[in-house]
């Protein structure tokens, strides 16, 4: 049973990391076409749309009731609104190869408002997973960092999303729900929508192409990042949110896999040693502590 349990971890992590990579690629096709709050607009409120008619048509679900409209609204915006709406401007000001370092920092963040927040201990071996995880996507994005420009602008953007997503990761632990996953998820990404949409009208400055490349991008970005990926984010976390923060260490490496790939980016020595690392740090992190 132990050892299905851990089986079950393993895919349902990776599953998240692959797909939750994908979507740097995809949103940069996506790019191309359409704004950048454009497009996640859409692709919050298309999400959202979906998964809310599937689980009122096909699972009969209930209406949140109560607090749970404040619980959905202040979890919708720091896991989605404020998280991704700032990422996409800061991206403006900053350069890849420091955004593809960004998202390891939040394992670390999550350590340190759970054990805040609901006064848990962190275990030794998962500062040393955090450690390792740190040093191998650090390994492997180096030759991205060469000649890298950033303004403190976009730093402090970056910092600021992070810690959103960290928070509302915390959050989503410590909140006793009694809706399902996907309904938390639905109304949660459909709500961002809503808080969203106010600055992608501000924002707007230039006409935006709805082509085949921005359809096909969109479809990607709502199926399988905003609806799977999401559901098997919020199965980790609701077994324990920093356990779950070590999984995140695999978005870096699959998504330099992915640009090496489909947008010609270079896979070099640092990456192959630093993917290695990374992997021995998630299943050191997941080992141990199960």
């Known amino acids: 049973m132990v050892e299905k349990k851990f089986a ?9 990391s692959i797909l939750w ?45 109560g ?25 403006q000001y900053i350069t890849a190869g420091i955004t593809s370092l960004a998202i390891v920092l939040n394992p670390l963040f999550i350590s340190i408002m759970s054990s805040v927040w609901t006064k848990r201990n962190v ?15 650090g390994i492997a994005a180096y030759p991205l960092l060469k000649g890298s420009e950033v303004t403190i602008k976009g730093l402090s953007l970056l910092g600021l999303s992070m810690v959103s997503y960290s928070l509302g990761s915390v959050y989503y632990t410590t909140i006793p729900w009694t809706l399902s996953r996907t309904s938390i998820n639905a109304w949660q990404v459909f709500i961002s929508g809503i808080l969203i ?24 970005l709502v199926v399988p990042v905003s609806i799977i990926a999401v559901q098997l984010w919020l199965r980790l976390l609701k077994t324990d949110a920093v356990r779950a923060s070590l999984w995140l260490y695999l978005c870096p490496i699959f ?10 980016e270079p896979f070099t020595m640092y990456t192959i040693v630093g993917t290695i690392i990374v992997l021995a740090a998630v299943f050191i992190g997941q ?3 199960n």
């Open 197 to 220: 949409a106010p600055f992608t009208i501000w924002f707007h400055t230039k006409p935006n192409h709805f082509d085949l490349r921005f359809w096909l991008s969109l479809l990607w």
């Open 123 to 137: 275990k030794f071996v998962e500062w040393v997973s955090i450690a390792l995880g740190i040093i191998g996507v």
């Open 21 to 65: 990579a994908s979507a740097s690629v995809a949103g940069k096709f996506g790019l191309f076409s359409v704004e950048p709050l454009v497009l996640f607009n859409l692709r919050f409120f298309l999400a959202g749309i979906i998964l809310l008619a599937y689980i009122h048509f096909f699972q009969n679900a209930r209406l949140p009731q």
């Open 8 to 16: 079950n971890t393993i895919l349902t992590g990776i599953g998240f």
């Open 255 to 264: 998504g330099l896999t992915f640009s090496t790939i489909l947008l010609n």
């Open 67 to 91: 607090i749970e409209w404040k619980q959905l609204t202040i979890f919708g915006a720091l896991n989605t609104a404020l998280y991704l709406g700032v990422f996409i401007i800061a991206l």
């Open 287 to 289: 080992r141990k502590t």
